[in-house]
């Protein structure tokens, strides 16, 4: 499926992220013969088999929930050429004009500029508020306890394992306010910023264990500035953690946000079904 000849255009950390959304015509497809039809629903298929076996890389399909979209999928992987390539397989798998994109987003896997370093760790933490002494056992253990936090925080974030088995899903983009007076989030400074951050992170813990998000970057890369997934089992907790985050100042003062997609993370076979393309 890669061309070897090309090489790979791969960031020095983390991965590519695409967000795509069809709408499935209806009257293209009905046009079709039923050995067309056949053919098609087998190039989708054989199509996502094949990606999903690439290195490295996740696929995710969703039935859209309302009339903005039919049908989505989430893709990640490393190499930009190769989310070119399953982007522009995907799109004219089911032959011409029958998927038709209605909303894409590019973003990457990232750090956050606001994790807490070691040196900000043992200095507010250990030493400030706990009280630690640098060099006794508990210091060393809570020293080394962090840093394989940290380490796992860190990959998680740069090479997320996506999950295929929580149903809800949710995509949104967002920007930090920059124009309005005392709201411009990139004229604040950076010790404000962390500060506000740190709440907001605490905000997000609460919902451990119901909303797995992965925040992406894409300033530069598209219109907004980060990309928003979210996955839960009940829509109710997608529903209260946007809504909960709304209160956080982060969010209040300085979040703009895009258009909200949600959908049901269903197997391929299924969502054929439920556009109408089933045999």
């Not at 996740?58 to 009339?67: A, E, G, H, I």
């Not at 895009?258 to 393309?277: C, D, N, S, T, W």
Request: proline share 6%.
């Amino acid at each position: 499926m890669t061309d070897k000849t090309i090489p790979p255009v791969v960031p020095f950390e983390g991965w590519h992220v695409v967000h795509v959304f069809y709408h499935f015509e209806h009257a293209v497809w009905a046009n079709l013969s039923r050995s067309e039809q056949a053919a098609s629903r087998e190039n989708l298929l054989r199509a996502v088999e094949e990606i999903r076996a690439a290195p490295s890389t996740q696929l995710m399909l969703f039935s859209m929930v309302t009339p903005k979209a039919d049908f989505g999928f989430m893709l990640l992987t490393p190499d930009l050429h190769d989310a070119d390539r399953f982007e522009k397989r995907l799109t004219r798998s089911m032959g011409p004009d029958v998927l038709t994109p209605v909303y894409s987003y590019l973003s990457q896997t990232e750090r956050s500029e606001y994790t807490t370093t070691e040196a900000e760790f043992i200095a507010e933490t250990l030493k400030d508020e706990r009280k630690l002494t640098e060099g006794t056992p508990e210091f060393d253990q809570a020293l080394a306890d962090f840093r394989t936090r940290m380490e796992k925080y860190g990959k998680d974030r740069l090479y997320p394992n996506m999950p295929h088995d929580w149903e809800v899903f949710c995509f949104y983009p967002m920007s930090k306010r920059r124009g309005a007076p005392g709201q411009n989030w990139y004229a604040s400074p950076f010790e404000v910023r962390r500060k506000l951050m740190g709440g907001h992170a605490r905000v997000g813990r609460q919902w451990s264990g119901k909303i797995r998000q992965l925040i992406t970057g894409s300033t530069g890369l598209d219109s907004w500035e980060w990309g928003v997934t979210l996955f839960g089992h009940d829509p109710a907790h997608v529903k209260g953690i946007v809504y909960e985050m709304r209160f956080d100042e982060v969010s209040a003062q300085f979040a703009e946000f895009g258009p909200f997609y949600i959908g049901l993370q269903v197997p391929a076979p299924e969502i054929l079904k439920r556009i109408g393309a089933e045999s």
